[in-house]
């Protein structure tokens, strides 16, 4: 019998601020909830993860260059990737990393609750990435894949975000 690694996972969540969002934490902290950024997902534990999540963006990129094969799974890696890549408006490297994040899950042969909800987490991302490309029907695309996959909160926070950043736009001259 085969022991398999069970992924220990946990959102862990910060900010992605542009130059249409808050400029500073005064402004950020008197925005309505409409209004908040957008939420990242990233795996708990995995390489650079901790990093990123707090803002140290340079000490997560050498951690996850540094890792082993071993150390990291392909959706650990390449979710910190694509969470790395958003956070530093990167989002063409972003995509890419979203995009093999979320093949790594699939070609896991496990279709649970967990491999459904990192596959959430994954296209929820992309479609942050997708949104700030400008395609827009790729984001709700993702948005709408993730909400199948997943009613979980940061999907929902991200969908009504999506849903208010495109509305502005359209209304907004």
Known sequence: MSKKKKFAYRAIL???????????????AGLSVL????KVAVVKDAPGSDAIASGRL???AVEL??????????YEKSMG???LHIKTQEYLTAKTACSEAISAIS???EKNRTSQYLSAMAYSNRAIVRYFL??????FTDINKA????DDEIVMDNLTRLNVAHLRSQVTP
């Open 14 to 28: 910060f900010s992605l601020i542009t130059a249409s969002a808050a400029s500073n934490s005064e402004e950020l």
């Open 35 to 38: 209004e908040k950024p957008f």
């Open 58 to 60: 340079d000490a997560g």
């Open 65 to 74: 260059n540094a890792a082993l094969p071993e150390q990291s799974r392909n």
């Open 81 to 83: 990737l694509c969470a």
């Open 107 to 109: 070609g896991l042969n």
């Open 134 to 139: 400008d395609d827009t029907l790729g984001a």
């Open 147 to 150: 909400l199948e996959l997943s």
